[in-house]
């Protein structure tokens, strides 16, 4: 799960960039490829409803490691056992790491959920929340493997975002609320090793897939990486992205917590959320390559401003 808010302060900032000045960090423009990315989410899909904790997740991250290892990535583990309102679960985060050409200046990481909402009166299989993000980060495994990246850059599963409760609110507590297990437990780890810092930016991605995508600017997110993405979509002319500001409390407001500059995509006005509708009818393969499009070519732009 994750919720909007009525009320939030936005400011104002304009990048200061251009689109052809910039040098590109890499030999030959990556190409993301939604049509695989779809098939991946088609086979999360076929796994079934795969909450927290659950054979099917188990399920999940064996095909996730197995797609990294076929892009020549490496899957690392971060498993941990998180308290929850219904008892101890186990999670695990998976990682993959692309080099960099720059070393010491840490890295860009790009994120988002695969686990799916439990649910006990539908059978709920999660295309666009969260099939859809975990798809789109093992395309990004393809795309960018020949890439040469300024910085490394971490692709980042995070389990544990969808609340074990109803609501985000519903049933958890101060200092050990019922969400985002994944990302606080990461961005917790960064605080305790003193490590935040190296994680120059992160980009968070959920919910890409609705057919009727509609991704607005995340208020809570930094500015400058807002500027970036929406720059970027408008030179593109990706008219998926709508430049007006829109507040959601999501896995990137735990790496917002510990210092981490963040930008999340996601789109909520999908009608399919949390519903047993959110299924391979209501999510799109174009709306995957608007986001993948997107993404790939900020990244330069990123890099610049992180370099």
Same mark, same amino acid.
């Given at each position: 799960?994750?919720?909007?808010?009525?009320?939030?302060?936005?400011?104002?900032?304009?990048?200061?960039?251009?689109?052809?000045?910039?040098?590109? #960090?890499? $030999? &030959?423009?990556?190409?993301?490829?939604?049509? /695989? =990315?779809?098939?991946?989410?088609?086979?999360?899909?076929? !796994?079934?409803?795969?909450?927290?904790?659950?054979?099917?997740?188990?399920?999940?991250?064996?095909?996730?490691?197995?797609?990294?290892?076929?892009?020549?990535?490496?899957?690392?583990?971060?498993?941990?056992?998180?308290?929850?309102?219904?008892?101890?679960?186990?999670?695990?985060?998976?990682?993959?790491?692309?080099?960099?050409?720059?070393?010491?200046?840490?890295?860009?990481?790009?994120?988002?959920?695969?686990?799916?909402?439990?649910?006990?009166?539908?059978?709920?299989?999660?295309?666009?929340?969260? #099939?859809? $993000? &975990?798809?789109?980060?093992?395309?990004?495994? /393809? =795309?960018?493997?020949?890439?040469?990246?300024?910085?490394? !850059?971490?692709?980042?599963?995070?389990?544990?975002?969808?609340?074990?409760?109803?609501?985000?609110?519903?049933?958890?507590?101060?200092?050990?609320?019922?969400?985002?297990?994944?990302?606080?437990?990461?961005?917790?780890?960064?605080?305790?090793?003193?490590?935040?810092?190296?994680?120059?930016?992160?980009?968070?991605?959920?919910?890409?897939?609705?057919?009727?995508?509609?991704?607005?600017?995340?208020?809570?997110?930094?500015?400058?990486?807002?500027?970036?993405?929406?720059?970027?979509?408008?030179?593109?002319?990706?008219?998926?992205?709508?430049?007006?500001?829109?507040?959601?409390?999501?896995?990137?407001?735990?790496?917002?917590?510990?210092?981490?500059?963040?930008?999340?995509?996601?789109?909520?006005?999908?009608?399919?959320?949390?519903?047993?509708?959110?299924?391979?009818?209501?999510?799109?393969?174009?709306?995957?390559?608007?986001?993948?499009?997107?993404?790939?070519?900020?990244?330069?732009?990123?890099?610049?401003?992180?370099?």
């Amino acid at each position: 799960m994750k919720r909007s808010v009525s009320s939030f302060v936005f400011g104002s900032f304009v990048l200061c960039v251009s689109f052809v000045s910039f040098p590109s #960090a890499q $030999s &030959a423009s990556p190409r993301f490829d939604a049509d /695989r =990315a779809f098939a991946d989410l088609k086979a999360m899909v076929d !796994i079934g409803p795969r909450p927290s904790g659950s054979p099917a997740i188990d399920k999940t991250r064996d095909y996730i490691r197995k797609e990294l290892v076929a892009a020549g990535l490496t899957p690392v583990d971060q498993a941990f056992d998180a308290s929850t309102p219904s008892g101890v679960v186990h999670m695990v985060n998976i990682r993959a790491t692309l080099p960099g050409q720059v070393a010491g200046k840490g890295r860009i990481v790009i994120g988002g959920h695969y686990d799916t909402k439990p649910f006990k009166n539908i059978r709920f299989v999660g295309a666009s929340d969260a #099939a859809s $993000s &975990a798809a789109f980060l093992l395309e990004l495994a /393809r =795309a960018l493997k020949g890439r040469q990246n300024a910085l490394p !850059i971490e692709l980042l599963f995070l389990d544990g975002e969808e609340a074990v409760c109803k609501n985000w609110d519903d049933c958890g507590k101060p200092g050990n609320a019922d969400h985002t297990y994944g990302s606080r437990y990461y961005a917790q780890q960064a605080k305790k090793a003193g490590t935040t810092k190296d994680v120059r930016a992160f980009i968070l991605v959920d919910m890409i897939a609705d057919a009727n995508l509609d991704i607005r600017r995340e208020s809570n997110s930094t500015p400058w990486l807002n500027d970036v993405i929406f720059s970027t979509a408008k030179k593109l002319n990706r008219r998926e992205f709508v430049d007006d500001p829109w507040p959601i409390e999501d896995d990137h407001l735990e790496f917002l917590e510990v210092g981490i500059e963040s930008v999340d995509l996601i789109d909520l006005d999908y009608p399919a959320w949390h519903t047993a509708d959110d299924d391979l009818q209501h999510v799109s393969a174009k709306s995957l390559q608007a986001v993948g499009d997107v993404v790939v070519a900020a990244l330069p732009l990123i890099e610049t401003r992180l370099r």
